[in-house]
């Protein structure tokens, strides 16, 4: 994702760690686009008491997210965030051929902020 991309956090009362965690997680997801657009979470509270996490990514003309439901919120967003990678990884084997999607996996596993 290129440098200064708008990232937007919906969560209210989440404490600065966890914030941070969610934060590591959007990074986590960058190799995996491959245009830009808009990255970010989503914190509702559901009618059964449970919080719903959503991860997404916004682009001019498309919308794809992914949502985890429970009370734990660390597990929630690994969860969405894995949910995410992998229709992001689909929608990427449809939209490019195999030699440029090799380029972006090597790019991919190169990239800075992967452990």
Do not use: C, W
């Not at 997680?25 to 009618?47: C, N, R």
């Not at 997404?56 to 439901?69: H, L, N, R």
């Amino acid at each position: 994702m290129p440098k200064g991309q708008p990232r937007e956090f919906t969560l209210p009362q989440v404490e600065p760690e966890v914030q941070a965690y969610f934060y590591q997680q959007l990074m986590e997801v960058e190799p995996f686009l491959i245009t830009s657009g808009q990255l970010g979470f989503a914190l509702d509270a559901t009618k059964d008491g449970q919080q719903k996490l959503t991860i997404f990514f916004k682009t001019e003309d498309m919308e794809v997210g992914a949502s985890s439901k429970g009370t734990d919120l660390y597990e929630m967003s690994k969860d969405a965030r894995v949910k995410l990678q992998k229709k992001l990884s689909q929608l990427a084997q449809i939209a490019v051929d195999d030699g440029a999607r090799m380029n972006l996996v090597n790019m991919a596993s190169n990239h800075p902020y992967l452990h």
